[in-house]
Structures are given as C-alpha cells and as structure tokens.
T-cell receptor, first 111, second 114 residues
Framework: GQQLNQSPQSMFIQEGEDVSMNCTSS?????WLWYKQDPGEGPVLLIA?????ELTSNGRLTAQFGITRKDSFLNISASIPSDVGIYFC???????????FGKGTRLHILP | DTGVSQNPRHKITKRGQNVTFRCDPI?????LYWYRQTLGQGPEFLTY????????KSRLLSDRFSAERPKGSFSTLEIQRTEQGDSAMYLC????????????FGSGTRLTVV
C-alpha cells in the first residue's frame, strides 16, 4: 500500500490565496516529485527534486526537498481557477527503481 | 514524439471477460511502468519493465493479470476473468532509466466492469 502521508486531503480556498501542502514518509527518499492530475487524465509532472534541501520553483509553484529526506512541501502562490485539481506527491526510495504516490490533495477554489 | 500513449481510453466490459490494454512509451525511454488508480486514491504500482525484461511485480498483480513488453517498445496489460473490483484507471508511465528522470505518464485507460 501507499507509504507517503500527504496532507491536507482537501482544501477550499478563495482565488488569489496561497496554498501549501506537504508529504511525509518514514523512509528516506532519493527523489521527490509533485504531480497534478485533472479529471480523466494522467498525472502531469510539476516539479522534480533530486537533492536534500533543494528548493525549486516553476512559475507560481515552489517545492522543497526536506533536509531529513523524509518530507517535501509544495506551495502555490496567488491561486487561479485553473489550479483546481488533485495534487500528488511521489517519491523514489533508496534502492527502488519506481516511484510511489501519496493519496493526493484535492484543491477547490471558491468563486 | 507525443508522449506516452495509451489505448483504449475507456473500456466497459462484462464481468468474466478478458481485456487487454496497450501502452506506447516515449521512444527513447527504456523503462515502462504500469499503475492502477481507484477513485480517491493515488496511483499504485503494478509492474515495470526495463526494455523487454519484467523486473518487478507488485502483490497487487494477481495471477489474473499479465503484462508483456515483447520487443522492448510497446507493452500490453491483460486482465483475465475480470471482476468488478478491477474497475479502475490503469496508467502507464515511461522513463529514461537514469533514476526516475523523465518519469512521464499517459492519459490512462478507464476500465469499468459491469
């Protein structure tokens, strides 16, 4: 089963607000990835992190690879309607050739 | 290259029937992965190939499931004697094989077993 704890499960925010979500694990990870999934589509990669402490931005999105290598967070600044969707953290554990996923954070933007 | 391609996009089948899905990875990617995603959950790993070799299978992959990648290019996932619990989105991903660099997903095949 899943070994990544992602929170919150869902968020309801106003357009223009900033958003923060995170992911934790009991295992050490080599790589952290953040994906967004729209209904009926596959996950699309937003940000990839390859080194502990790494802070990477992609437009209004910023993600960090935790120093302990057991956590990561994603921030979205100044949210817009097209940010609605499900955000997944995913990671590659040491010695593993695949990535595993959290259960997702569903983002809703109130009109 | 247009990314990872999966066919069909949707499949409705009667319980007990066999179904087969196809995945065409990004052409220069030598690793190919299959995942299953049920409603409200993240994708769960099923199996992966390095070229034509199947290197890992999850406990989720019961003996009714089989995956092949005969020439190291496209892959097929077959489910025999489908059950209602098999209803899910089946996702394929491919990567370069250098760590998880370039891990890219297709749009998935939505299976509904009635």
């Amino acid at each position: 089963g899943q070994q990544l704890n992602q929170s919150p499960q869902s968020m309801f925010i106003q357009e223009g607000e900033d958003v923060s979500m995170n992911c934790t694990s009991s295992s050490i990870f080599n790589t952290w990835l953040w994906y967004k999934q729209d209904p009926g589509e596959g996950p699309v990669l937003l940000i990839a992190l390859y080194k502990a402490g790494e802070l990477t931005s992609n437009g209004r999105l910023t993600a960090q690879f935790g120093i302990t290598r057991k956590d990561s967070f994603l921030n979205i600044s100044a949210s817009i309607p097209s940010d609605v969707g499900i955000y997944f953290c995913a990671g590659q554990r040491i010695g593993d050739d695949k990535i595993i996923f959290g259960k997702g954070t569903r983002l809703h933007i109130l009109p | 290259d247009t990314g990872v391609s999966q066919n069909p996009r949707h499949k409705i089948t009667k319980r007990g029937q066999n179904v087969t899905f196809r995945c065409d990875p990004i052409s220069e990617h030598n690793r190919l992965y299959w995942y299953r995603q049920t409603l409200g959950q993240g994708p769960e790993f099923l199996t992966y190939f390095q070229n034509e070799a199947q290197l890992e299978k999850s406990r989720l992959l019961s003996d009714r499931f089989s995956a092949e990648r005969p020439k190291g290019s496209f892959s097929t996932l077959e489910i025999q004697r489908t059950e209602q619990g098999d209803s899910a989105m089946y996702l394929c991903a491919s990567s370069t094989g250098q760590g998880v660099y370039g891990y890219t997903f297709g749009s998935g095949t939505r299976l509904t077993v009635v």
